[in-house]
């Protein structure tokens, strides 16, 4: 991602998709007022991609059977709003990350966004589904982040950071797999060894601002490792400056 997408995640503001709808970063307090349970079956159904939906579906082999043409103009929102129970099942979904209301145009298939006086200001079809899906997992950390090529002083602060870094491609890679990354967990870490956070004010954080702070309060205990060892052994020159490079970088 580039720096100004950066900057607008870790600010914790809406995100505008122009011409469509704002997104609303979802915030530990806001998850908490849901439910665990349901934000994690809403990352599910708006993470799902057309190959996942056809096989938890059993409609592959069905997929399979139409021609050329009709398989490469379909995407997972056709399948999604094609019958009632996913069409509202994915209007839930997306009405909880939307600072706009919705409703469903029936006529042109697809979700009219909505400002306070019921204008419709936008409208959320196949053609831009795509869009808001990736903008939904930025905002819940679930994006793989760029890779730019760093420059290091010497090739101990080269390996110092590629540690961390590959950590971090690590973590990030079996998240939903790991209890230990699980959302929960994060909370009482962050909590735990932050200086300001604790479990009273953490709720105010972002998902994606909360994620940021762990991989930095990650950083910033295998950097004090690093430097009271070489404090105590090292000869070589040490670059400090390893400490704030790009951690959204997993080179």
């Not at 139409?66 to 019958?83: A, H």
């Not at 870490?189 to 956070?197: D, K, L, M, Q």
Request: proline residues 2%; contains cysteine; glycine residues 4%.
């Amino acid at each position: 991602m580039d720096d100004a997408t950066v900057f607008e995640l870790i600010s914790g503001q809406d995100i505008c998709i122009e011409g469509v709808c704002n997104l609303r970063p979802p915030s530990l307090n806001s998850i908490r007022d849901l439910g665990y349970a349901r934000y994690n079956s809403y990352i599910n159904i708006l993470a799902m991609d057309l190959e996942k939906y056809l096989q938890i579906s059993n409609t592959s082999e069905a997929f399979d059977k139409l021609d050329e043409d009709t398989k490469s103009r379909c995407n997972v929102f056709d399948f999604l709003i094609n019958s009632p129970n996913t069409r509202d099942i994915l209007f839930e979904c997306l009405w909880f990350f939307t600072v706009e209301k919705l409703e469903f145009d029936y006529l042109n298939y697809g979700f009219n966004v909505l400002n306070d006086e019921g204008k419709i200001i936008g409208f959320i079809d196949k053609e831009n589904y795509e869009d808001i899906q990736e903008w939904i997992m930025r905002l819940n950390y679930l994006m793989n982040q760029d890779i730019r090529p760093k420059k290091f002083r010497n090739s101990k602060a080269k390996e110092i950071f590629n540690k961390i870094a590959k950590g971090k491609k690590k973590a990030l890679k079996t998240k939903n797999k790991d209890d230990n990354m699980s959302l929960p967990n994060l909370i009482c870490a962050v909590a735990a060894h932050h200086s300001s956070y604790n479990l009273n004010n953490i709720w105010s954080l972002t998902v994606y601002q909360l994620y940021d702070q762990f991989f930095r309060l990650n950083s910033k205990i295998h950097m004090d490792v690093i430097s009271s060892r070489w404090a105590a052994y090292g000869k070589d020159d040490f670059d400090f400056s390893v400490w704030y490079r790009d951690i959204n970088s997993n080179k």
